[in-house]
């Protein structure tokens, strides 16, 4: 597991720390509510040629992100509304754990069941009032 420490100026900084060496397209992002996890998300879906900044999926639990050509980029996912798997599986998380994209998912331990053991974990903690501790880990 390796970290850093950053802050709102440094985000794309940290998004490219979390896709140098990427080995699965899928995150998921654990942390506490205001730890920066959508923020990181917006940087993200960014940094992969999506023409629209991600929006914070207060009240969409599911949002497509697609590039200027149309094509699927990302899939991002907010399950801490979600009451368990069951309601996952309604939503279509299989299609979507099986899509050829970047999928991006917030509070994935409501879930955890669910989830492939490939992915990458991202644990983030408030250090102050701007600056962010990211930990990465990789599962394969």
Same mark, same amino acid.
């Given at each position: 597991?390796? *970290?850093?420490?950053? *802050?709102? *100026? /440094?985000?794309? !900084? ?7 060496? /990427? ?7 654990? #942390?506490?509510?205001?730890?920066? !996890?959508?923020?990181?998300? !917006? ?17 969409? %639990?599911?949002? /497509? ?16 509304? %979600? ?7 309604? %939503?279509?998380?299989?299609?979507? %754990? ?28 408030? /250090? #102050?009032? !701007? ?5 990465? #880990?990789?599962?394969?």
């Amino acid at each position: 597991m390796s *970290n850093i420490i950053y *802050n709102l *100026n /440094e985000i794309h !900084k940290a998004a490219a720390f979390l896709r140098e060496g /990427e080995t699965s397209k899928l995150y998921c992002f654990y #942390g506490a509510l205001g730890a920066g !996890k959508t923020t990181l998300i !917006k940087a993200l879906i960014a940094d992969l040629g999506v023409v629209e900044a991600g929006s914070s999926p207060t009240f969409g %639990l599911v949002h /497509e992100y697609c590039n200027a050509a149309g094509d699927l980029v990302a899939y991002h996912l907010d399950c801490y509304r %979600l009451q368990g798997e069951e309601e996952a599986l309604d %939503l279509g998380i299989e299609e979507i %754990l099986g899509a050829d994209c970047h999928i991006f998912i917030e509070w994935p331990q409501r879930i955890e069941g669910l989830l492939p053991p490939s992915r990458t974990d991202v644990s983030l903690e408030i /250090e #102050g009032a !701007k600056r962010r501790k990211l930990s990465l #880990g990789r599962k394969d």
